[in-house]
């Protein structure tokens, strides 16, 4: 297996820390209790006047919903995904269901939010999530009948950690690679966009 914990520069919560997204899966299924502890944790995230836009299509490896969500995806993350127990489509409401008719802006992002719960949910149960972005969304609207105010905005899949060694050869080395993210300074500012808090500058 790959250790990659993450090297932080300041503390931050173990599950938060060992969170990564590996392609090699177990083939081990996942247990459908885990899978309700994860759902819940989504079920409960915060949303935007608590309109709670996000839906989920579930798949486990050898029924027909996997199948159908395997199919949707471009070829690069077909090397892998194949291996994971369990494929999901998140989807969102677009339209707002306290004002019909008009949009959600904050569907995306509370879906992400969502998802964000669900994920650090799976760690906390010794599973791991990858989220895909590379599929295609209006295939899935047409193999699962989405509605016209419903947007399938990601593929993922979940499962127990698998040995790096059973990829393609060229999926290897992003299995072993170094995880690595920007500066806090790169993404912090006060004052103005782009300038550096002076209070992070004196670290």
């Known amino acids: 297996m790959s250790d990659k914990t993450a090297q932080t520069t300041h503390s931050i919560h173990p599950i938060l820390a060992g969170r ?37 299509i ?11 969500i395997f199919s949707t995806l471009v070829e690069f993350n077909r090397l ?8 999901l489509l998140a989807i969102a409401k677009t339209e707002s269901t306290k004002n019909p008719g008009k949009e959600n802006p904050y569907a995306l992002y509370d879906l992400g939010q969502a998802v964000a719960h669900l994920g650090f949910q799976a760690a ?17 609207a047409e193999l699962f009948v989405v ?5 399938a905005f ?6 127990y950690q698998g040995d790096p060694e059973m990829l393609h050869p060229n999926l290897k080395p992003m ?29």
């Open 154 to 159: 990601t593929a993922i899949a979940i499962g």
């Open 124 to 140: 906390a149960e010794g599973l791991f999530v990858h989220q895909m972005g590379g599929f295609d969304s209006e295939k899935a």
């Open 20 to 56: 990564w997204s590996p392609r090699a899966f177990a083939a081990a299924g996942v247990e459908p209790e885990k899978m309700l502890h994860l759902f819940e944790s989504a079920r409960w995230s915060p949303s935007a006047s608590n309109e709670q836009p996000w839906r989920f």
């Open 175 to 203: 299995e072993y690679a170094k995880r690595n993210r920007q500066a806090l300074s790169e993404m912090l500012f006060s004052e103005k966009f782009g300038q550096t808090p002076s209070w992070l500058q004196q670290e």
């Open 58 to 68: 579930i798949g486990f490896k050898g029924d027909s919903t996997h199948e159908k």
């Open 80 to 87: 892998w995904a194949h291996a994971a127990p369990v494929l």
């Open 147 to 151: 509605p016209a105010e419903f947007r």
